[in-house]
Nanobody
């Protein structure tokens, strides 16, 4: 059974940086595209970024493009989200997600329904 565990969240001032990690187990990590989503209180879950199985392709929400970078380490079964120049509107619970993908290079998954496995999330709070 797939298990995804996020870490690295916390409280940071606007303009600061955080790196989130998501450790995957119970699945063949190299067969899965990985995504990051976030959910703020009272709002729907929002797409942040996706990385393909191969790691060669990525997709970002417009709101984070140029500030966030998604990457993966197959040897560690871990996906990362480097977040720079954080803004108060980035405050949310961040979840990672996994999707079995036949196409190693595809990262065009941006809907919550595209992903079958989810982590519990890690809180990111950005103060102004």
């Amino acid at each position: 059974q797939a298990q995804l565990v996020e870490s690295g969240g916390g409280l940071v001032q606007a303009g600061g940086s955080l790196r989130l990690s998501c450790a995957a187990s119970g699945l063949s990590f190299s067969s899965y595209a990985m995504g990051w989503f976030r959910q703020a209180p009272g709002k729907e879950r929002e797409f942040v970024a996706t990385i393909s199985r191969s790691g060669s392709n990525t997709l970002y929400a417009d709101s984070v493009k140029g500030r966030f970078t998604v990457s993966r380490d197959t040897a560690k079964n871990t996906v990362y989200l480097q977040m720079n120049n954080l803004k108060p509107e980035d405050t949310a619970v961040y979840h990672c997600a996994a999707r079995f993908a036949l196409n190693a290079g595809s990262a065009y998954y941006s809907q919550p329904t595209d992903f079958g496995s989810w982590g519990q999330g890690t809180q990111v709070t950005v103060s102004s």
